[in-house]
């Protein structure tokens, strides 16, 4: 049972736009949630987090926004850079001693120059 | 940053054969250490939870004699997939923390194993 969704598979933007990325969870035990990016034959790299105690965290480009009420989080990258063309997942875990993150299938972003 | 090696990257190997995978944290020490599969198109899936010097514990579903996991030290965890089948064909990834099984710890992953059973 996907507990973590990302609807949409692919998401094609224009340089210097706006990307956002999108991210539903069913379990609301879920307090911790992140976004991890990945590059073709690389493993995932942290991107940014957010505790549920929290509504926005912003690093630099990327911001994240979370609304418990909807189950729904969401990634925002402004300005889109080409070098933002990867595979975007969201992660979710249950708290300060779950360890186990559950994934989303990702987000394919290309940004066309 | 925090570096996680794994090896190898792709293993092509005929059906019975079993293929061990490596992860290893490079500068840091990981007392926990994670080991997820992922089929085309679908998510990472957990398979299990390796701690060092004790048994993984295995997510339900997954066959702890088909994939044994040994966490001997502090940055070495391998995966065997042992008797392989076409069916074990899949995008094998490991991840670790830094700081035990924390999950405001970011999991630090590898570059992932390719594994193809003829």
């Known amino acids: 049972d996907q507990q973590v969704k990302q609807n949409s598979p692919s998401l094609s933007v224009q340089e210097g736009r706006i990307s956002i990325l999108n991210c539903d969870y069913t379990?609301?035990?879920?307090?911790?949630f992140l976004w991890y990016k990945k590059y073709p034959a690389e493993g995932p790299t942290f991107l940014i987090s957010?505790?549920?105690?929290?509504d926005k965290n912003e690093d630099g480009r990327f911001t994240v926004f979370l609304n418990k009420s909807a189950k729904h989080l969401s990634l925002h990258i402004v300005p889109s850079q080409p070098g933002d063309s990867a595979v975007y997942f969201c992660?979710?875990?249950?708290?300060?001693?779950?360890?186990?993150?559950?994934f989303g299938a990702g987000t394919t972003v290309t940004v066309r120059a | 940053g925090a570096v996680v090696s794994q090896h190898p990257s792709r293993v092509i190997c005929k059906s019975g054969t079993s293929v061990k995978i490596e992860c290893r944290s490079l500068?840091?020490?990981?007392?926990?250490m994670f080991w997820y599969r992922q089929f085309p198109k679908q998510s990472l899936m957990l398979m299990a939870t390796?701690?060092?010097?004790?048994?993984?514990?295995?997510e339900q579903g997954v066959e702890k004699d088909k994939f044994l996991i040994n966490h001997a030290s502090l940055t070495l965890s391998t995966l065997t997939v042992t008797s392989a089948h076409p069916e074990d064909s899949s995008f094998y990834i490991c991840s670790a923390s830094e700081q035990g099984a924390n999950s405001n710890q970011p999991q630090h992953f590898g570059d992932g194993t390719r594994l193809s059973i003829l």
């Open positions: 992660a979710a875990s249950g708290g300060i001693n779950d360890y186990k993150l559950s």
């Open positions: 500068d840091f020490q990981a007392t926990t």
């Open positions: 957010i505790s549920s105690i929290k």
């Open positions: 379990n609301s035990m879920f307090d911790y």
């Open positions: 390796s701690n060092e010097g004790s048994k993984a514990t295995y």
